[in-house]
């Protein structure tokens, strides 16, 4: 058995899992790679050991993890790396599992997941967020949404505009309260609308300390409200919000956050606890170096660095950006998922992006609650291991 760092990374559909992968092969790791989804980009990365088929994570969190410790034994794997929010069934079970994670434990990522306990937590800590309110019927919606001129709403446990509504910007009027379905168990936001320009932030955090960050903004973004074109910025606030959060929760691994420049300082608007787009802005040695030897200094990404996905660009879904814009970025800048001549990631995901989105068609239903939907967690309560 090789001396090498064997890490095993999960999630493999979503995209920034493949940045992961080259920056691991890259740091000189032995990678493996897991999903339940057979066209999965990062499945089929010239640098890996092997690709693992593996059961639905939603579907079947246990048995889920324990076939990735399962996996982890058998093949000698040293880390395991997730990439998604299969990640939470990751920590939920970890007493199932054979091997550490590069993640933190379930109540942290819970905490920072749910939009109303991660407001709860910046009030906490002196870290603006937009005015907001919490309710967990659609009647308390309704008062809350007139209280507001401009607001935005969506669950406590969402991503992507999978659901929201709001009378303001590019998404005003996409939903009707009949369609929102507030639960204690599940309640939602109601923010006042905050102008600003949209940014992200990726951190890698050992132990409350990061040690790689790097700040971005969406140069032009899908109609899920996710990024299909993203350029790092320079922000001294970013670091600030990352330092403040992952000290306060000695926090270990990725973490991402999305947050509103405005007039009057940074406002924070959600935490992504897991690996976000910022990884292919960021340099391949930095990320391997953090993950793999816990690096002492803190790297920041310079500015100016842009990547993107073009499958997304080809397939649709923009939103306020001309054909010729478009066209334009696929000519001038580089698929995020290209690096050191591996070439089979990107392939699939154009593959990957035209079966999901011909089911989302038949299905009526978003792409990304297709592409993503059997590697969420949406806040249903786990059970205990059986």
């Not at 246990?62 to 076939?67: A, K, L, N, V």
Request: hydrophobic share 40%; with cysteine.
């Amino acid at each position: 058995m090789s001396d090498r760092t064997r890490v095993l990374v999960t999630a493999g559909r979503f995209m920034p899992a493949t940045g992961v992968v080259h920056a691991l092969h890259k740091a000189g790791a032995l990678v493996e790679v897991a999903d339940s989804y057979d066209v999965a980009p990062a499945l089929h990365s010239r640098f890996i050991e092997k690709a693992h088929l593996v059961p639905s994570p939603s579907n079947d969190p246990i048995g889920y993890t324990r076939e990735i410790s399962r996996i982890a034994k058998d093949r000698g794997i040293d880390l395991i790396l997730p990439t998604f929010e299969d990640g939470f069934y990751l920590a939920r079970y970890a007493d199932l599992l054979s091997v550490p994670r590069f993640a933190a434990d379930f109540d942290v990522i819970e905490e920072l997941h749910n939009k109303a306990s991660f407001v709860s937590l910046c009030q906490k800590l002196g870290l603006a967020t937009p005015p907001t309110e919490i309710v967990s019927n659609r009647e308390e919606l309704r008062d809350a949404i007139a209280a507001n001129d401009d607001f935005f709403a969506r669950p406590a446990f969402s991503r992507a505009g999978i659901a929201r509504l709001t009378n303001h910007g590019v998404h005003l009027d996409e939903a009707a309260i009949s369609e929102c379905h507030p639960t204690d168990s599940n309640p939602w936001l109601v923010q006042s609308y905050v102008d600003g320009q949209d940014a992200c932030i990726m951190c890698i955090a050992h132990n409350g300390r990061p040690v790689a960050v790097t700040t971005y903004e969406p140069s032009i973004a899908a109609g899920g409200g996710y990024c299909v074109q993203f350029t790092s910025i320079e922000d001294p606030a970013a670091i600030e919000i990352a330092t403040t959060i992952c000290a306060a929760l000695d926090y270990t691994g990725f973490i991402g956050f999305d947050y509103r420049r405005t007039a009057d300082g940074p406002v924070l608007l959600e935490c992504n606890p897991r690996v976000t787009a910022g990884v292919f802005l960021t340099d391949e040695d930095v990320i391997g170096e953090a993950i793999l030897n816990n690096a002492v200094d803190l790297k920041i990404a310079p500015a100016g660095n842009t990547r993107q996905y073009d499958s997304y660009l080809v397939f649709g879904g923009k939103k306020d950006h001309s054909t010729g814009k478009i066209i334009k970025s696929l000519l001038s800048s580089r698929d995020a998922l290209i690096s050191q001549r591996d070439y089979l990631p990107f392939f699939y995901s154009f593959m990957a992006r035209a079966q999901y989105k011909h089911l989302a068609h038949e299905e009526h239903k978003s792409f990304t609650d297709i592409f993503l939907g059997d590697i969420i967690w949406d806040g249903t309560p786990l059970q205990d291991p059986v």
